[in-house]
């Protein structure tokens, strides 16, 4: 069982940054897929930003493109969310999920296997 924890929402300005980060205390994320997701209120959750195990390549959703940006900092055992000029409508509770190296998909929720509680990123106009 991998164990996600998610920090780094809050209150934000629209134009504003955050940086989310997860993290999995005893384990080394870099052997996993990581990815992002987001549900709004009276929303399906849906997907924002995914990286290979490898770190080599990255996905993003259209409607974050330019604007949000995945890493992984392997030294602190980290993956981070950088999200800059946010919107309202990027008001959502964030996902941090895991999935396994060999699981080629990671922008499907079905495909991720282990999930954190959330963080609230709440961004007013």
């Known amino acids: 069982q991998v164990q996600l924890v998610e920090s780094g929402g809050g209150l934000v300005q629209a134009g504003g940054s955050l940086r989310l980060s997860c993290t999995a205390p005893?384990?080394?994320?870099?052997?996993?897929?990581m990815a992002w997701f987001r549900q709004a209120p009276g929303k399906e959750r849906e997907f924002v930003a995914a990286?290979?195990?490898?770190?080599?390549?990255?996905d993003y959703a259209n409607s974050v493109k330019g604007r949000f940006t995945i890493s992984r900092d392997n030294a602190k055992n980290t993956v981070l969310l950088q999200m800059n000029s946010l919107k309202p409508e990027d008001t959502a509770v964030y996902y941090c999920?895991?999935?396994?190296?060999?699981?080629?998909?990671?922008?499907?929720?079905?495909?991720?296997?282990?999930w954190g509680k959330g963080t609230l990123v709440t961004v007013s106009s």
């Open positions: 990286m290979s195990w490898t770190g080599l390549t990255s």
């Open positions: 999920a895991a999935a396994s190296a060999a699981t080629r998909s990671l922008t499907s929720a079905d495909d991720m296997r282990y």
């Open positions: 005893g384990r080394i994320l870099s052997s996993y897929g």
